[in-house]
């Protein structure tokens, strides 16, 4: 399989499915991986940032410490994805499901997190405070129940009725 970059270069070629393989530490700057089966892949400390991993199923993957900085998992299935201490600013998550997932000292300043699946996630210590511009990370319509947000900086969020925390 290639991994492409938006203008159709190869990034990466791999033998075999993504599924489950291991890219940690890998430049993946830009590449494109929409509805891409995503599961158990390993990404940690790899550089994603401008990714675009959007309807992507993401289950259990590892992210962990990874650059996603302006990286999209618009409805993306990240259930139980580790992405503890990875760099999300600006990252946009709109409508996905985040269900489990482990979000530990993540950056998430400036993310769009409008209606995203956030029950049970683990965001102690996460950042999800104003962004270098002055403004917050987006959780309109979003569900927190459950959530674990010991430490977790919510500074400037914008939320609205529909926000379950």
């Known amino acids: 399989m290639e991994i492409k970059t938006p203008n159709g270069r190869t990034k990466l070629r791999v033998h075999g499915e993504l599924r489950g393989a291991d890219l ?7 590449v494109s991986l929409e509805d891409t089966d995503l599961r158990g892949t390993n990404f940690s400390q790899a ?23 302006g990286a999209r998992f618009d409805q993306a299935n990240l259930q139980g994805a580790n992405l503890a201490g990875a760099d999300l600013y600006w990252a946009s998550f709109y409508r996905a499901n985040l269900q489990g997932a482990n979000l530990e000292f ?5 993310a769009d997190m409008t209606e995203v699946n956030l029950r049970s996630a683990n ?4 950042n999800l405070g104003r962004d270098n511009l002055g403004g917050g990370t987006r959780l309109n319509g979003a569900d927190l129940t459950g959530a674990s947000a010991h430490g977790a900086s919510f500074e400037d969020v914008e939320d609205d ?5």
Not at 47 to 68: E, H, T, V, Y
């Open 24 to 30: 940690s530490g890998k430049n993946l700057r830009g």
């Open 47 to 69: 550089d994603l940032s401008g990714a675009n991993f959007s309807s992507a199923d993401l289950r259990d993957a590892n992210l962990s410490n990874a650059n996603l900085a």
């Open 161 to 165: 009725e529909r926000t379950r925390y």
């Open 123 to 126: 965001l102690r210590n996460a």
């Open 106 to 110: 993540a950056r998430l300043q400036g």
